[in-house]
């Protein structure tokens, strides 16, 4: 069993651990240490699996040290995602494609913008950052604007036409992706953020920067997703 596996499923169980109210909201969790040692593994399985769960916006780390169980408006996070077996297909069939085009767009956004892309990108950023201000909007179109407006400023129609090829799967996979961020205040903000860096690397002209930028959020998009597929 690979260690991403084990993390998996050591994040599953924590997950389910904290829906049962084992551990409640608010509470801190266990050490990595006694994690470890109740689940009968290394500490390395258990800092990839409470990553996954600070990427998911379920735990927070603070300051002193420790992890603990995000305050949330609602429960049943768990619940609220279903993936069936074709949807989590196509969705990873996807992502392994955005992992390719997106940091490049990000790249080539940063050298080739105009002053209309960035004003466009400034506005789906804004429209996004008033949706996540309330917790009951999925943000789905202002996340996707987004998006849509960064391959624009790639300026290459190939990319471009590849990106509204595609907005439907991206529609459905967002659909699936921002419904766990419902209600949970800091995880939105974590959001928030990551599409404001990538822009500011973008304004800046700092092509590499915004590629990495575009990877991060890329890299906690799928460790979200890892708990439900």
Avoid at 9 to 19: A, K, N, P, Y
Wanted: glycine share 4%; hydrophobic share 40%; aromatic share 6%.
């Amino acid at each position: 069993m690979s260690k991403e596996k084990l993390s998996q499923i050591i994040s599953r169980q924590l997950l389910q651990d904290i829906e049962s109210g084992k551990y409640p909201a608010g509470s801190k969790l266990p050490t990595e240490m006694e994690l470890a040692a109740q689940f009968g593994v290394s500490r390395i399985p258990i800092r990839e699996a409470l990553s996954v769960l600070r990427a998911a916006g379920v735990i927070t780390s603070r300051q002193g040290g420790g992890s603990f169980v995000e305050e949330r408006a609602d429960n049943g996070i768990l619940n609220k995602l279903t993936i069936e077996n074709e949807d989590a297909e196509l969705i990873k069939h996807l992502f392994e494609m955005r992992k390719v085009l997106e940091p490049e767009a990000a790249y080539l956004a940063a050298q080739r913008r105009t002053n209309e892309h960035l004003e466009r990108m400034w506005n789906a950023l804004h429209w996004l950052e008033e949706e996540l201000a309330d917790a009951n909007k999925i943000s789905l179109e202002a996340d996707l604007e987004f998006h849509r407006t960064m391959f624009l400023a790639t300026q290459n129609p190939v990319m471009i036409q590849a990106m509204e090829n595609l907005s439907s799967l991206y529609e459905r996979a967002l659909n699936i992706t921002l419904k766990p961020n419902l209600g949970m205040k800091e995880k939105r903000k974590a959001v928030y953020k990551e599409h404001h860096d990538i822009l500011l690397a973008i304004e800046m002209e700092e092509p590499e920067l915004a590629k990495i930028q575009c990877a991060i959020h890329l890299r906690n998009v799928e460790k979200k997703l890892s708990l439900f597929m």
